[in-house]
């Protein structure tokens, strides 16, 4: 099995400015999770998906912020009107469906907002 | 709620030596999983090993187990012949287990440890 990948690994923007990330889970896995991490800190859940839809989303997802998973595959975390406080490193984490449903997670796309 | 504390922000162990990692946990459920994830410097974070809260036994993995006990939602990590790969921020997390086996949740996770592994 290839692993979780992630693109881009790392992304510098402006305040104010779209920025999309992308998530390629393990193949066969029907899970999807999206997570925050920022310095020192353990990573916070943000968003769930079963295939292709979502069906949790914690409450640090903003309206400013939208993820997708159009055909079940791969998923895309958009961040619109980016602020200081949105930089932090995100994390994808994908898993199958079963007794343990354990999480393997990518690299990460570190973010910095300037 | 639930949350998962790890009272121990930086540890450090000699080579070859053993060192032991905190957690604690807390919910109302009965039936979770527990996992210790290993993240090293600038490197993406990997399974280290995997708790059932319905299993008795403990969990090993070749130089890595735990000590769970539920009664007193504890779940300590023991690392045996420390070596300098295992040097990484180690995080203590927790999922609740739906009752048809799959599980739907979100991890839940401590702040981390930063473990050192001295030569």
């Known amino acids: 099995d290839t692993g979780v990948s992630q693109d881009p690994r790392h992304k510098i923007t402006k305040r104010g400015q779209n920025v999309t990330f992308r998530c390629d889970p393990i193949s066969e896995h029907n899970r999807l999770y999206w997570y925050r991490q920022t310095l020192g800190q353990g990573p916070e859940f943000l968003t769930y998906f079963q295939n292709e839809a979502q069906l949790e989303k914690s409450r640090l997802l903003s309206d400013r912020f939208s993820a997708e998973r159009p055909k079940g595959s791969f998923s895309t975390l958009e961040i619109q009107r980016t602020e200081q406080g949105d930089s932090a490193m995100y994390l994808c984490?994908?898993?199958?469906?079963?007794?343990?449903?354990?999480?393997?997670f990518g690299p990460g796309t570190r973010l910095t907002v300037l | 709620a639930q949350t998962v504390t790890q009272s121990q922000p930086e540890m450090s162990v000699q080579e070859a030596e053993t060192v032991t990692l905190s957690c604690t946990y807390d919910t109302s459920e009965s039936d979770y999983y527990l996992f210790w994830y290993k993240q090293p410097p600038s490197r993406q974070m990997i399974l280290v090993i995997r708790q059932e809260a319905y299993k008795q036994q403990n969990a090993t993995e070749n130089r890595f187990s735990v000590n769970f006990q539920k009664a007193a939602k504890s779940f300590s990590l023991k690392i045996s012949d420390s070596q300098l790969g295992d040097a990484a921020m180690y995080f203590c997390?927790?999922?609740?287990?739906?009752?048809?086996?799959?599980?739907?949740?979100?991890?839940?996770f401590g702040k981390g440890t930063k473990l050192s592994v001295k030569p």
């Open positions: 984490a994908s898993s199958r469906r079963g007794q343990t449903d354990t999480q393997y």
């Open positions: 997390a927790y999922r609740i287990r739906t009752t048809y086996g799959g599980s739907q949740g979100n991890l839940i």
